[in-house]
């Protein structure tokens, strides 16, 4: 295996089909090659070990060269840059990966000037990945893009840069509709972000767009959005036994989206009191929240076990 180190000079490494090396150990510019080749073959259904290898390698040089690459004439050379800076690194608690805003303030400035779709699309995800909540507005104006790549990844991208609790509404609207966008996958991902990963919507507006999609032609939009809808009849019922048992007034509807999100997340009833006492404030102290979360948790898993995902 040889390659030319960045000085130009070429360098051999001795490989024999006894002795492959880790990627691990590869140098950078062999890395950097093979993890061109996976992306300009990269179909959706394969690993990417050489790419993989390189965000396992979250140096300032591995960053350097990313950075470069992302404003390279070549289209493959700048989507092989964007997707190394978009998970280049563990995430780490707060959902943060190094070289964070560096990262951000880069793709920014890219995404601006972008006129590749493919490339487009990643910029945005990586947006998405870093948590990038600055470009909500730049990422929002791509949902009516006309390439099905790029309005596939604002889908995917929303629930990193939204606020969860309060959703900014040009991002609700954007994501409502692109769960009528004319590719399945997009819809299916918003659908997703809309009733497992963003628990801030308003109730009664999803439970509008999961009736409608619950008639979806895709299988697997379908049988979300059918189910959710169940489920927020089904949690709007004990939560109004648990909260007002004598009369319902929806008082505590605004609770459904949040008790849905994080049961699909977490489905501890640890996480769950947690939640529900944050959103309630100060009268969660007049509620047994404990015993009301253990009730849901056991509710969610009998219904997880019936649902068939097709």
Known sequence: MSWRDSAGCQQTWPVSEFDVPALEALPLEVLLRLARREVEGDDGDVALPALS??????SQEVFDRAAVLVCDDDATQRELGVRILRELGDQQPDGRRPFGEQTVCLIRVRLGVETDPAVTG????ALGYHRGRQALPEVVA????????????VAAALPGLVDLDEVEPEAAEALIRLCHDDDADTRYYALYAVTREIGGLNVEAVTRLTTELANDPDAQVHAMAAAHLEAIREVRQLLSSAFEPRTTTGAYDYLIGPVLVALACAGDAETLDGEMRRRLGAAAARFPTTAIAEQLVTWWADKESRIIWD
């Open 53 to 58: 290898a390189l965000h396992r390698r979250p």
């Open 122 to 125: 990643w910029l945005v995800s």
């Open 142 to 153: 791509l949902a009516g893009h006309p390439d099905v790549r790029v309005r596939f990844h």
